[in-house]
């Protein structure tokens, strides 16, 4: 045995079994074993080596993608023998591959497999997991798989957030354009519906009142802006103690190229491509506790009023209903007496005489 990795473990006049350790692609092919008796025996043995594919490796989500844009994603395996599988999954999802491809390795033992996928991404899909897993005989119950995140570019979105959310005259006010997306707005332009000049452009998403007064009043619209596109953000501010309303959102319907040019021609053209159906809610009045507090007690006097008014109505009918003149027999007797002295004797004894017993034998 010239081969330090064969081994011969058994030899008997009926059995002779050697081993094959490191087994390579080269190991494959037929085994002749004699036994040089009379007559000579000898059999043959095919060994087959499987070649283990490689972990896959996925290509073309390098760069991120436009939403709405077609994703196409390659998945290859290369030292597989026989040729392996290939399959692929979003999340959980399981996706079809466009086709799979199968290229003999410079061997001229393995195979290398290539899988396709073409999907359409949405904003939804960014930071979506795509899997490409392999599947080969030589692996038995274990996998090899590959996981890459998609990075997908899609329009920024915006509100404006007030601190604090009830704002009152005097009190410093900080208007915060949050703006999201992918990428996220770096340019914010600030403005007040009816002023010429914009009141603030920069990278600063916040704009701030050190000491509100009643000629702050009015709409303030955000514009933020990112390579994919402007959004536009309004917010209705009232000093009178009432409380401001955040307009709907309008997304900016231009393409990010023609956003881009936009932006570059400063602020002016930038409201060229403003919704002009653009629509707010009326700013509603805010309670003050002062008044809150007035309303507490008018509604406690408006009680105890109530509760007087009641005990007097009671009263007066009670005394209406035992009001009169009353008339008792205290007296009976009196009224033919000449005297005090006679009118006492027949008072006394009239209510007893005044019914007569009569008694009837049968």
Same mark, same amino acid.
């Given at each position: 045995?010239?081969?330090?990795?064969?081994?011969l473990?058994?030899?008997?006049?009926?059995?002779l079994?050697?081993?094959?350790s490191?087994?390579v692609?080269?190991?494959e092919?037929e085994?002749?074993?004699s036994i040089f008796?009379?007559?000579v025996?000898t059999?043959?043995a095919l060994v087959?080596?499987?070649?283990?594919p490689?972990k896959p490796?996925?290509?073309?989500h390098?760069q991120p993608i436009?939403e709405?844009?077609?994703?196409?994603l390659?998945?290859?395996s290369?030292g597989s023998?026989?040729?392996a599988q290939?399959?692929?999954?979003?999340?959980?999802?399981e996706l079809?591959d466009e086709?799979?491809?199968?290229?003999?390795?410079?061997n001229?033992?393995?195979?290398t497999?290539?899988?396709?996928?073409?999907?359409?991404?949405?904003?939804e899909d960014?930071e979506?997991?795509?899997?490409?897993?392999?599947?080969h005989?030589s692996?038995q119950?274990?996998?090899?798989s590959t996981?890459q995140?998609?990075q997908?570019?899609?329009?920024?979105?915006?509100?404006?957030e007030?601190h604090p959310q009830?704002?009152r005259e005097?009190?410093k006010?900080? $208007?915060q354009?949050?703006?999201?997306?992918?990428?996220?707005?770096?340019?914010?332009?600030?403005? /007040?519906?009816?002023? *010429? %000049? =914009?009141?603030q452009?920069?990278?600063d998403s916040?704009?701030?009142?050190?000491f509100?007064?009643?000629?702050d009043?009015g709409?303030?619209v955000c514009?933020?802006?990112s390579?994919?596109g402007?959004?536009?953000?309004?917010?209705?501010l009232?000093?009178s103690?009432?409380?401001g309303?955040r307009a709907?959102?309008?997304?900016q319907?231009?393409?990010?190229?023609?956003?881009?040019?936009?932006a570059?021609?400063?602020?002016?053209?930038?409201l060229s491509?403003?919704?002009p159906?653009a629509?707010?809610?009326?700013a509603?009045p805010?309670?003050s506790?002062?008044s809150t507090y007035?309303?507490?007690?008018?509604?406690?006097?408006a009680?105890?009023?109530?509760?007087?008014l009641s005990?007097l109505?009671v $009263?007066g009918?009670?005394l209406?209903?035992?009001?009169?003149?009353?008339l008792?027999?205290?007296? /009976?007797?009196?009224? *033919? %007496? =000449?005297?005090?002295?006679?009118?006492?004797?027949?008072?006394e004894?009239?209510q007893?005489?005044?019914d007569?017993?009569?008694?009837?034998?049968i």
């Amino acid at each position: 045995l010239r081969d330090n990795r064969i081994q011969l473990e058994r030899s008997t006049p009926n059995e002779l079994t050697i081993s094959i350790s490191d087994v390579v692609l080269s190991d494959e092919g037929e085994y002749t074993c004699s036994i040089f008796t009379m007559p000579v025996r000898t059999a043959k043995a095919l060994v087959t080596v499987l070649g283990i594919p490689q972990k896959p490796q996925i290509f073309g989500h390098e760069q991120p993608i436009d939403e709405e844009k077609i994703a196409r994603l390659t998945c290859r395996s290369s030292g597989s023998k026989p040729a392996a599988q290939l399959r692929w999954k979003k999340g959980n999802k399981e996706l079809t591959d466009e086709g799979t491809e199968v290229v003999e390795d410079p061997n001229g033992k393995t195979f290398t497999v290539s899988s396709r996928v073409e999907f359409r991404v949405t904003k939804e899909d960014n930071e979506a997991e795509v899997t490409c897993t392999v599947d080969h005989e030589s692996l038995q119950n274990s996998e090899r798989s590959t996981t890459q995140k998609l990075q997908v570019h899609y329009k920024p979105t915006a509100k404006i957030e007030p601190h604090p959310q009830y704002p009152r005259e005097g009190e410093k006010l900080q $208007l915060q354009c949050d703006g999201q997306g992918n990428p996220i707005p770096q340019e914010f332009l600030w403005e /007040k519906e009816g002023s *010429d %000049a =914009p009141l603030q452009l920069s990278s600063d998403s916040v704009l701030i009142f050190p000491f509100l007064n009643k000629s702050d009043s009015g709409t303030y619209v955000c514009t933020a802006t990112s390579s994919m596109g402007s959004v536009v953000a309004k917010y209705n501010l009232d000093v009178s103690g009432k409380r401001g309303h955040r307009a709907p959102t309008i997304t900016q319907l231009l393409p990010p190229a023609a956003a881009a040019s936009a932006a570059q021609q400063g602020p002016q053209h930038l409201l060229s491509v403003f919704s002009p159906f653009a629509v707010w809610a009326d700013a509603s009045p805010v309670p003050s506790t002062s008044s809150t507090y007035h309303a507490v007690i008018g509604g406690v006097v408006a009680v105890i009023v109530f509760l007087l008014l009641s005990l007097l109505i009671v $009263l007066g009918h009670y005394l209406i209903r035992h009001k009169g003149t009353y008339l008792t027999h205290e007296a /009976k007797g009196s009224d *033919d %007496a =000449p005297d005090a002295d006679t009118a006492i004797i027949n008072a006394e004894g009239g209510q007893a005489s005044s019914d007569d017993k009569k008694e009837y034998f049968i």
